[in-house]
């Protein structure tokens, strides 16, 4: 159950990860101020709601409480009507994005927090001229199926009074929603093909949730045309003139419920045209069976490594960085791996950390004892690559071809086993 309490909160903290930048509380308007209350004392709920849920070991008595001892509910409530009574405002341009956030955890469908994205997705358009608003388009493709999303950002696209880079970053994001529902259906099923030929569940409901996604999903024509729609505006956007960047954030609060963007970082933020190009390098060279894309870098002792030069050997590449705990937690396994592996298996860290000092530190430290290499805040290879989230974990089979997406824990470690086995004969 914590796993699932630090993904409600996780997506709310992932700015804080990346920018040195804070503002004092003393910023903070009234309602601002009232808006942190309220997600302060949501946070203290749910942890208390999952504490208790932990204490139980019953499974029956744990799935009841869960059930029914939920706040999600409530807090949705509070937010939506912060929302509306403070509509046009900042303050309540951050309720919607607490609402958004909330939504990005998944979860059972149409359940309270998919509610409150829903909700934030008809309002969200008053703030069509808002500095903040790419931060929060970033998570719209998170979290279950919304068709919601399509048409907040189609109507976003064509309104005549939104600001440019809004309209623009709204053509991009369009695009990733479009590509990540294709992606997500061919891995349902996927998935599914695996657990019918007798692969084991990797959690209790896994086939339900599967099942589930696919039937509330889409049809596979409408898949194709979304595909199609989604490659031909990205074609178009890397071909434009457009200067248009991601905004950095900075926080106004210390716990990153307040955001405003920091115009002197966004200068130093991908370009949506690089990003577009990252999307487009993704469909073309990093799906499950395709050759894997050459990449040569740097390591932080100095050395080269190549892709090319693992041939014969499995691969591991984390995108990863300081203070980012789901990839640090990855790190014991991958030592493990490591050890185990030790003539057939490479691992390459690529580090997204804003100073190259963390990277080397970490290398020093002998928390890293594999390939790392410093790649930088937004670097050029995890925009290449497409990277929207950290961990982002690829695995290429000794034949070069890419064989895993997305794998860790024992999902990764049976992966590696299964396509290092010949190579321990």
């Not at 084991?200 to 086939?207: A, C, F, G, I």
């Not at 200067?243 to 405003?260: E, F, G, S, T």
């Not at 395709?290 to 090319?308: F, I, M, Q, T």
Request: hydrophobic share 35%.
């Amino acid at each position: 159950m914590k796993v699932v309490h630090a993904l409600l909160f996780s997506l709310a903290t992932l700015s804080a990860c990346f920018s040195q930048e804070n503002e004092t509380s003393s910023t903070l308007t009234r309602a601002e101020r009232e808006v942190v209350s309220i997600c302060q004392q949501m946070q203290s709920a749910f942890d208390d709601y999952y504490t208790q849920a932990d204490n139980l070991k019953d499974a029956a008595a744990r799935k009841k409480y869960l059930t029914e001892k939920d706040p999600s509910a409530e807090y949705v409530d509070q937010l939506k009507e912060f929302a509306q009574k403070h509509q046009g405002t900042h303050a309540g341009l951050m309720a919607l994005r607490r609402l958004v956030l909330l939504g990005a955890g998944g979860g059972t469908r149409d359940n309270p927090r998919d509610l409150g994205k829903r909700f934030a997705l008809t309002q969200l358009i008053d703030y069509e001229r808002s500095p903040e608003l790419p931060e929060i388009m970033r998570y719209l493709a998170s979290g279950n199926t919304e068709p919601a999303v399509e048409g907040f950002l189609r109507d976003l696209i064509g309104s005549k009074t939104a600001s440019d880079g809004n309209r623009v970053f709204a053509r991009y994001m369009l695009a990733r929603w479009q590509l990540d529902l294709v992606g997500a259906h061919e891995y349902w099923e996927r998935r599914l093909k695996e657990l019918d030929d007798g692969d084991k569940l990797r959690y209790s409901n896994e086939r339900e949730y599967l099942q589930t996604s696919l039937s509330g999903g889409f049809s596979s024509q409408k898949l194709a045309n979304m595909e199609r729609e989604a490659i031909s505006s990205l074609e178009s956007l890397t071909k434009s003139s457009s200067n248009v960047r991601q905004p950095a954030v900075k926080a106004v609060d210390d716990k990153w419920l307040v955001i405003r963007v920091a115009p002197e970082k966004t200068q130093s933020m991908p370009l949506v045209t690089d990003l577009a190009t990252g999307l487009l390098f993704e469909q073309k060279h990093l799906k499950l069976g395709r050759p894997a894309p050459d990449l040569e870098v740097s390591l932080v002792n100095g050395e080269l490594w190549s892709l090319a030069q693992q041939r014969g050997r499995t691969v591991i590449i984390q995108f990863s960085f300081k203070g980012c705990g789901p990839c640090e937690e990855m790190y014991p396994d991958l030592k493990t791996l490591q050890e185990k592996f030790p003539d057939s298996l490479s691992i390459l860290s690529i580090m997204a950390d804003e100073e190259k000092s963390d990277t080397t530190e970490a290398v020093h430290s002998g928390k890293l004892t594999w390939n790392v290499c410093w790649d930088g805040y937004r670097g050029p290879i995890a925009t290449k690559w497409a990277v929207n989230g950290f961990p982002t974990v690829y695995v290429v089979g000794p034949n070069g071809k890419i064989a895993g997406r997305g794998l860790r824990g024992e999902a990764l470690k049976s992966k590696v086993a299964q396509l290092t086995k010949p190579l321990r004969k």
